[in-house]
């Protein structure tokens, strides 16, 4: 069975411009999360979706964003990119909002 | 002070060596424990999952929570070069987000 994927593996953006995430959750999970990871340093928590409807945010500006679709795959929108915003951005799904996580290979994305 | 402490190290030890890693937290309503392992510019990938204190044990893994101490351990015996990554701890409340430590890198020596 495929585990969770996430596209693109990579992308370089500048300044002020908007990227969007996408992830697909392993068969049969609801449940996606999002995670920042910036180098040497643990995940934070982004945001949580279960069927559809946001569970939970983490202390992220507004200028993230996400939603889930019908089939539970998962879209991150980032607006007015900084470079702070260079990082590795995961993807976990779960078969509910409570169970493991499990995790994506990350999207890379470099601000400059 | 962050919610969930480890130590980054580099941790370096020679093959087959018995390697400890350890984390603490601060907040008692976590109940959920786990341990990933990441590799460079790779997605962490699950180890072992526990819930309250108590020992649990899969192949070469130990992961050991002691909550009245906000400690938990993972240990790993046998070492091998493959084991070679980052360590990172997590836990919950059977909420939603993880709460991650910064994570242990990790070096087997061959």
């Known amino acids: 069975d495929a585990g969770v994927t996430q596209s693109p593996t990579h992308l370089i953006k500048t300044r002020g411009q908007h990227v969007t995430l996408r992830c697909s959750p392993i068969s049969g999970h609801k449940s996606v999360s999002w995670y920042q990871q910036v180098l040497g340093q643990g995940p934070q928590f982004i945001f949580q979706?279960?069927?559809?409807?946001?569970?939970g945010r983490g202390n992220f500006p507004d200028r993230f964003s996400a939603r889930q679709f019908p089939n539970y795959s998962s879209e991150l929108n980032v607006n007015a990119l900084l470079l702070g915003d260079s990082a590795l951005y995961l993807c976990?799904?779960?078969?509910?909002?409570?169970?493991?996580?499990?995790f994506g290979p990350g999207t890379r994305l470099t601000v400059l | 002070q962050k919610e969930v402490e480890q130590d980054p190290g580099p941790l370096s030890v020679p093959e087959g060596a018995i390697v400890s890693l350890n984390c603490t937290y601060s907040?008692?309503?976590?109940?959920?424990f786990m341990w990933y392992r990441q590799y460079s510019r790779k997605g962490p990938e699950l180890l072992m999952y526990t819930y309250s204190s108590g020992n649990k044990e899969d192949g070469r893994f130990t992961a050991q929570v002691d909550k009245s101490s906000k400690y938990i351990s993972l240990f790993i015996r046998d070492s091998q070069p493959s084991d070679s990554a980052t360590y990172l701890c997590a836990m919950n409340n059977a909420g939603n987000m993880l709460t991650f430590g910064g994570g242990t890198r990790l070096m087997v020596k061959p």
């Open positions: 976990a799904s779960s078969s509910g909002g409570a169970d493991t996580q499990y």
């Open positions: 979706y279960y069927e559809k409807e946001e569970r």
């Open positions: 907040n008692s309503a976590f109940q959920y």
